[in-house]
């Protein structure tokens, strides 16, 4: 069902005017990025005509824009990728961990997203990896499914990485699987630290090569002087590490993952109401408990198209990624070797995993199978259903 209000319908009424007042100031990507939010499920893009095998109930379906920061292709995706995903889920306890980056990282992360979120990933990987292969930790070589958010609640910039970890690993000798704790993987302080000491490390190197780029009130830290003045205060702050308890089962995992990995700034969801005052939606904060964390908050509608820009993605740049036993060189045979330490047999093979391009939803109508009867092109509306009457005197002797 349609919500209500869609970011499609800011774009559409207010993106021409917000274009015209921040002309030479948006990227390439994030014009893309409106246009195609814009025309999504549109004319604009062609569609065709489905009909219900059982009761002839008939629709009209518009193609998808299928950008990943389009909040309504992001469905179909998340389903293809998890049922991609559940052949490599092993029958062990899952952990949640978070590497977040402090403020005044994140200010340099904004200005430099491409280099320092893949530094962001690299880092967090290696630092899990490294205490996970220590034998006084784990002592063991593990798998990670890393994503990407680049939000908070509100849609500020707040650039983090969730992982997805299993509750162990395999020997460095390949000899045996190794278990953590039923409900504790891996000290956060020690990751927070090494994923800290990494991180600022590279940086800086980020820097020293001239691959760093700096404007407006942040220009002074071209300046290597000035650059190391303000890290100063982060190479003593805590840098936070957030591991949750193992999840209940593969299937949570799997649920789980169809909320984080296909996620886009916000979702049409949150939105409550668009009008001459701005956009309302709602929010967590994260600073209260219980029934209070649930808040709302109004923006104008421009500065809520800026916050949802903000997270637009450099071209190519890959949000999902794998790392360990995980690593798309040795998934295969790493997972096999892990099922054979676990006793557990593979998976099937099943070569129609996946959602189809075709899927159809059921018919509305009655539940029965839709089939496609008609095409049309971009920007082409399609013919309109047989009336009764014409298909009658067509049937008459």
Not at 71 to 92: F, M, N, S, Y
Not at 341 to 362: I, K, M, R, S, Y
Request: hydrophobic share 40%.
């Amino acid at each position: 069902m349609r919500a209500s209000v869609e970011v499609a319908d800011i774009f559409r009424l207010a993106g021409s005017a917000y274009r015209s007042d921040h002309a030479g100031h948006l990227s390439l990507q994030q014009l893309k990025v409106m246009s195609a939010i814009e025309q999504c499920r549109t004319a604009a893009l062609g569609g065709h005509v489905e009909a219900c095998e059982d009761c002839g109930q008939w629709r009209i379906a518009y193609n998808s824009c299928r950008n990943r920061h389009c909040p309504k292709c992001q469905g179909a995706a998340a389903r293809t990728w998890l049922a991609e995903r559940e052949a490599d889920l092993l029958p062990v306890g899952y952990f949640h961990v978070v590497f977040t980056l402090p403020a005044e990282v994140a200010d340099i992360a904004f200005q430099n997203k491409e280099a320092v979120y893949d530094l962001l990933f690299k880092a967090a990987s290696e630092a899990i990896l490294t205490i996970a292969a220590d034998p006084k930790h784990l002592g063991a070589r593990i798998g990670i499914t890393a994503v990407l958010h680049t939000w908070g609640s509100a849609m500020t910039h707040h650039p983090h990485v969730h992982m997805i970890v299993p509750g162990g690993g395999i020997a460095p000798d390949g000899s045996r699987w190794i278990s953590s704790r039923p409900a504790f993987l891996l000290p956060v302080r020690a990751l927070g630290k090494l994923f800290r000491r990494l991180f600022l490390t590279r940086l800086r190197a980020l820097h020293d090569a001239g691959r760093l780029a700096f404007f407006g009130s942040m220009a002074h830290l071209a300046e290597p002087r000035a650059f190391l003045r303000h890290l100063s205060t982060v190479r003593k702050k805590r840098w936070v590490v957030y591991a949750k308890a193992p999840f209940a089962g593969p299937q949570a995992v799997l649920a789980y993952l169809s909320r984080y990995t296909h996620r886009v700034a916000i979702s049409n969801r949150r939105l409550i109401l668009f009008d001459k005052s701005g956009v309302t939606f709602r929010y967590k904060d994260y600073r209260r408990d219980g029934a209070d964390r649930q808040q709302v908050m109004t923006l104008a509608t421009d500065e809520f198209i800026r916050r949802f820009l903000l997270h637009v993605l450099p071209r190519g740049f890959h949000r999902i990624r794998h790392y360990g036993l995980l690593a798309g060189s040795v998934r295969r045979v790493s997972l096999a070797r892990a099922r054979e330490l676990l006793g557990v047999a593979a998976p099937p093979n099943d070569d129609t995993l996946g959602e189809p391009e075709d899927f159809q939803p059921a018919c509305p109508c009655c539940g029965g199978r839709m089939i496609v009867i008609e095409t049309f092109e971009r920007w082409k509306q399609p013919r309109g259903p047989p009336h009764a009457t014409a298909a009658n005197r067509e049937n008459a002797p």
